[in-house]
């Protein structure tokens, strides 16, 4: 019996090594630079080196791919060139001359990793792979990646000045994942393209077989870069980011940032789309509402301090009926410790409107925290 208890007992010790809780501090990764970010809100839950320039890859895949979505060209015929055959390493096998839907290269570049796919999309998109790279490094800078250069559109190691960091390719990311068709490209496991007789199975892992929360992403390797992964993951109703660069145990160091990162960060509700109701002021009172909610993860010890201030333009004796009213008349500032984390523009509607999925929202909501459950998980 004692032998039964003695058992049971470094079981659930060797179990509860590897569970973390809400308090639990996290551990190094293998990975030379890393990151961990919230998808709604961009918040850094965890980063290692994240701002520390390196060579990232195929990674650089991700932002080919946005831009032949965005080109509105994903219906198009590609005709492949010779020059794109000829790309080294990973390849989708492309045939000189041949006549592939652009969207299949896509799933090529995504999927299977193909530098030939790459260049094919280059060409088709951009014009010239040098046209496609003036692109490439147009939408950086235009979404806030600060310590990033292209040179190439697949991140072989034939340029020196072509380099990202763990924290520039999770704001990449984060951009990439607001559009629909990038979401469900990089979370397929498996492609067929019609005009073939194969399939493509997605490269990608933690998707495919070793993380039941994953979303998608991008895998990497070259002998300079060694391994790099981009990767996704969403949990009720929480989606995070997780980049890796120059990471041995890459795989697991993904688990273990994701599991880290749902165990300890809730994804907050601070503030619900509708009527501001905290507003007293006789002209604005019932009349004043924000346009969309604002999520934040937080842990259990920040909810407590998070803070909403109301700031609204003093009414003028001249406004009249809601009519010349300033749109918008005021904004939402939401704190976390006294530091800003975001911002809501205030409407007036004299209808003090708000959708009726709102209201629905809203009553759901008041009964959930009545008997002590909170939608966020």
Request: charge should be positive; include cysteine; proline fraction near 3%.
């Amino acid at each position: 019996m004692k032998k039964v208890i003695l058992l049971h007992i470094v079981i659930f010790l060797m179990v509860s090594v590897f569970i973390p809780t809400k308090g639990s501090a996290f551990s190094n990764v293998s990975a030379e630079t890393a990151i961990l970010m919230d998808v709604e809100s961009g918040r850094v839950l965890y980063e290692k080196a994240a701002h520390k320039k390196m060579r990232i890859a195929s990674i650089t895949k991700i932002m080919t791919a946005i831009l032949a979505i965005e080109s509105g060209k994903l219906d198009e015929t590609v005709k492949v060139s010779d020059k794109a055959v000829r790309a080294e390493g990973s390849s989708i096998y492309l045939k000189p001359g041949e006549k592939i839907k652009l969207e299949h290269l896509v799933y090529g570049l995504m999927l299977r990793s193909g530098n030939d796919s790459a260049v094919a999309i280059a060409e088709h998109v951009g014009g010239s792979v040098e046209g496609f790279v003036y692109l490439m490094n147009q939408k950086a800078q235009e979404i806030g990646m600060r310590d990033t250069v292209f040179s190439n559109p697949h991140g072989l190691d034939d340029h020196e000045n072509h380099f990202s960091t763990a924290y520039d390719m999770a704001i990449l990311t984060k951009y990439a994942m607001e559009n629909e068709t990038y979401r469900e490209i990089s979370g397929t496991k498996v492609h067929k393209a019609p005009e073939w007789d194969r399939s493509w199975k997605n490269k990608n892992k933690l998707l495919t077989s070793l993380y039941e929360y994953s979303t998608g992403g991008k895998t990497g390797f070259t002998k300079r870069a060694k391994r790099t992964l981009v990767s996704t993951a969403a949990k009720d109703g929480h989606d995070l980011i997780a980049v890796t660069l120059n990471g041995p145990n890459d795989w697991n160091d993904h688990i273990s940032m994701f599991e880290w990162g749902f165990a300890r960060y809730d994804l907050e509700y601070v503030v619900k789309k509708g009527i501001v109701h905290s507003v007293k002021d006789d002209f604005y009172k019932g009349k004043v509402v924000v346009r969309r909610d604002f999520q934040y993860p937080v842990t259990d010890k920040e909810k407590d301090n998070l803070k909403v201030e109301v700031k609204l333009i003093k009414p003028d004796s001249n406004w009249k009926k809601g009519k010349d009213i300033p749109a918008p008349c005021g904004k939402m500032i939401i704190k976390l410790e006294d530091k800003t984390i975001g911002e809501l523009p205030i409407y007036f509607d004299k209808r003090g409107k708000v959708s009726l999925e709102t209201w629905f929202s809203s009553i759901k909501e008041m009964f959930l925290s009545m008997i002590g459950v909170h939608s966020h998980g």
